[in-house]
């Protein structure tokens, strides 16, 4: 265990170094870069030489500017290629984002409107399409309403009686 404590401890003090030496190596490239490019600033003394002066700054100015658009321009383009080939990729893994839905109560109709819009003539209310029909009496419900109460003919045909009218009605 102190073994792995004095490698990691060993191991950090490499990385410090090195962090340190890159630190120092950017900071000497930064100045090796600004004196090549910033010579030291000397300002004429005379007013039109100042304007002079003034006027070669607002030049390069402009053209900085128009570089660094044009940088951005191509950056823009190069993200944007990179959303379009990144979506190519899900595309083709099958991988696709679900969006979060919200469960929604909605009736048929409901839907079919928000689908098909004004072409949404259907009703899709099952009541509204029902037709009604008027029940007709017929002779087989009018028999079995006159017949009456179950019981009293279960006793009529129970015992002797019964029978013999069973087979009186039968002749």
């Known amino acids: 265990n102190t073994r792995k404590l004095h490698l990691k401890s060993l191991m950090l003090q490499v ?9 120092s190596d950017t900071a000497a490239e930064k100045e090796s870069y600004l004196a090549e490019h910033c010579p030291p600033l000397s300002l004429p003394h005379s ?13 390069k100015i402009d053209v900085v500017d128009e570089e660094r658009y044009d940088m951005e321009v191509k950056v823009q383009k190069s993200s944007k290629e990179l959303e379009d080939l990144n979506q190519k990729i899900f595309d083709l893994r099958g991988k696709f984002k679900r969006p979060a839905l919200r469960r929604v109560r909605m ?20 009541r509204a399409n ?13 028999d079995l309403r006159d017949v009456g109460d179950w019981r009293k003919n279960i006793e009529e045909k129970s ?3 019964g029978r013999k009218k069973m087979f009186e009605s039968e002749a």
């Open 47 to 59: 007013l039109q030489d100042l304007q002079e002066f003034c006027k070669k700054l607002h030049a």
């Open 15 to 23: 990385a410090k170094a090195a962090l340190e030496k890159e630190e």
């Open 107 to 126: 009736s048929a109709d409901a839907m079919l409107r928000a689908l098909l819009g004004s072409k949404h003539k259907v009703n899709m209310e099952l």
């Open 130 to 142: 029902l037709k009604q029909v008027k029940k007709e009496d017929t002779d087989k419900e009018k």
């Open 159 to 161: 015992g002797m009686e």
